[in-house]
């Protein structure tokens, strides 16, 4: 299968207009989170299309998808990834698992760590040593850091929160906005499965949570509880 025919596919599949508004949405300007990102201008459904096609590309396609500039490129890479992990023996998801990680940094937006860190990384430690996330919370890059709080959906889909609340008590000094809101996320999702669990967090770190952290753990629970643990 050829890089090269993908990414005329995905030129096809363009939308007027949508490149300005996407790096606009995913604030590529300087100094922003996303500087320097570039976007053709194609729709997420679109790409997930165009990963299907091609979803029989090697490791080493894949991998030059995943170093393009574009961010399209590296989305639609991470997708085809995504597909051939689930189709994978043990073997195989190990060695996808490992390749995530050796390129974490290119997977160097929100978007491209939340559609996937949980169905690789947080898939393949089901049932392994988490260790990994404890180094990756602590580091210096922003999306490995959320690559770390992301990849606890796949416990907590199976009400397993340890390790989920451990990292989030990590991330209550976190300096970013964006680590906040896929904290708070995290937090919300534990509390639809088991609101004293949230509810036991919030006890403890209330007055203490970034306010973005705090506003979108709380979503679902009532106003009244919202008012409650917004005071200070």
């Known amino acids: 299968m050829s890089v090269a025919q993908l990414k005329k596919d995905l030129l096809a599949e363009v939308k007027p207009g949508k490149k300005a508004a996407l790096e606009r949405f995913f604030k590529t300007g300087k100094g922003q989170y996303g500087e320097g990102d570039v976007f053709l201008g194609v729709m997420v459904p679109?790409?997930?299309?165009?990963?299907?096609?091609?979803?029989?590309?090697s490791l080493k396609g894949i991998k030059t998808l995943l170093y393009s500039k574009i961010h399209e490129h590296r989305l639609v890479s991470l997708f085809i990834l995504i597909d051939k992990y689930k189709r994978s023996d043990e073997k195989g998801k190990k060695e996808i698992y490992n390749f995530y990680l050796k390129n974490?940094?290119?997977?160097?937006?929100?978007?491209?760590?939340?559609?996937?860190a949980h169905k690789i990384v947080g898939d393949y430690l089901l049932d392994k040593d988490r260790k990994i996330l404890y180094k990756l919370v602590k580091s210096k890059n922003l999306w490995e850091r959320r690559i770390s709080i992301i990849s606890t959906f796949a416990f907590t889909d199976k009400k397993d929160f340890k390790d989920a609340i451990k990292i989030c008590e990590i991330l209550l000094k976190d300096k970013h906005d964006l680590?906040?809101?896929?904290?708070?996320?995290?937090?919300?999702?534990?509390?639809?499965?088991?609101?004293?669990?949230?509810?036991?967090?919030?006890?403890?770190?209330?007055?203490?949570?970034?306010?973005?952290?705090?506003?979108?753990s709380i979503e679902r629970l009532s106003e009244a509880k919202r008012k409650f643990y917004m005071k200070k």
């Open 179 to 216: 680590i906040h809101k896929a904290t708070g996320w995290v937090l919300r999702e534990i509390g639809k499965k088991d609101q004293k669990v949230l509810e036991g967090f919030l006890k403890k770190y209330n007055k203490v949570m970034p306010r973005t952290m705090l506003r979108y």
């Open 46 to 57: 679109e790409q997930r299309k165009v990963a299907k096609k091609y979803s029989e590309l």
């Open 104 to 116: 974490t940094k290119q997977v160097n937006n929100w978007d491209l760590v939340d559609l996937s």
